[in-house]
């Protein structure tokens, strides 16, 4: 099921967030999503759903301000589940413990959002099988629709709690706030590689390799020419695309320098932002 989350694929690895409170982030994250603390320090930690792999980490910056409004940056970060039962558990643990959240069924995926303590924005889903899936003309159709939540939790037990991620949950895919969706559609397409499969009328594209339904999703819906956040607003620091290979990786780094992007290294990695600011960790 996780075919579009590995080679020969390029796909969103990691996710690196700005806190307020490493304590209240770390207690959140464990205790209502299900993540599992890998590592922790006073002012960082590294979250895991198997016990090897960090998927998100947290990071709270010398005098962290609260997140700012109408600005570039996260819009949500995406956990993608194995199963629609573990879709259906997820949503009884939330409601045993008083968690509210939205919910949206997308033809391609089951969905729902809600916002960590700091707002940072999380969606929690499960993918339908790919044949299920309908494109026309080189997009994948995707909707709005209200969850079938009848449907979804007649295969659920309610006497299974919900303490932890299942250990093969994913970084499904990451939607971020831009300034210009032209400008954002080129650094990530003729750029970093990656193919428009949904335009979702003027103020959201969607992105993938591979015909996945997307891995990555622009939108304005924060205003045109939306300014960048403070450096120490909490939001997002950075997330990880993972290639597939070196040579697709310098590629893509090759097009970014071609472009006038500045493309650093960093360690195993290669660092770039968009043209909003939008921090992205070129790894292999």
Not at 107 to 127: F, K, T
Not at 186 to 206: H, K, M, P, S, T
Request: overall charge negative.
């Amino acid at each position: 099921m996780f075919r579009f989350h590995q080679a020969p694929y390029t796909y969103v690895g990691q996710v690196n967030l700005k806190v307020r409170d490493i304590e209240r982030a770390v207690w959140f994250y464990r205790e209502a999503i299900g993540f599992r603390v890998l590592a922790q320090t006073g002012k960082s930690a590294a979250l895991t759903a198997d016990g090897e792999t960090v998927l998100l980490t947290l990071e709270r910056p010398d005098d962290a301000a609260p997140k700012q409004g109408r600005t570039t940056g996260l819009y949500h970060f995406a956990l993608l589940l194995p199963t629609r039962t573990d879709l259906a558990r997820i949503v009884v643990h939330f409601a045993r413990i008083g968690l509210r959240f939205g919910h949206s069924d997308h033809l391609v995926s089951e969905a729902l959002y809600l916002s960590d303590p700091d707002g940072n924005g999380i969606e929690i889903y499960r993918d339908r099988d790919p044949s299920e899936w309908h494109w026309n003309r080189g997009e994948v159709d995707m909707a709005v629709d209200p969850l079938d939540f009848r449907d979804l939790l007649a295969g659920a037990s309610h006497e299974d709690d919900w303490d932890r991620l299942p250990p093969e949950t994913v970084m499904g895919h990451i939607h971020l706030h831009v300034s210009d969706l032209e400008e954002a559609e080129r650094f990530y397409v003729d750029g970093l590689g990656f193919e428009v499969v949904n335009r979702y009328g003027g103020q959201a594209i969607f992105l993938s390799t591979g015909g996945y339904h997307h891995h990555i999703g622009l939108n304005t819906w924060n205003g045109a020419g939306a300014p960048r956040p403070a450096e120490n607003s909490v939001g997002l620091r950075s997330y990880t695309l993972v290639y597939p290979d070196e040579e697709t990786r310098n590629r893509a780094a090759a097009n970014l320098r071609n472009m006038g992007v500045d493309v650093a290294e960093i360690g195993e990695w290669l660092a770039a932002s968009d043209p909003s600011g939008n921090r992205v960790l070129l790894a292999v």
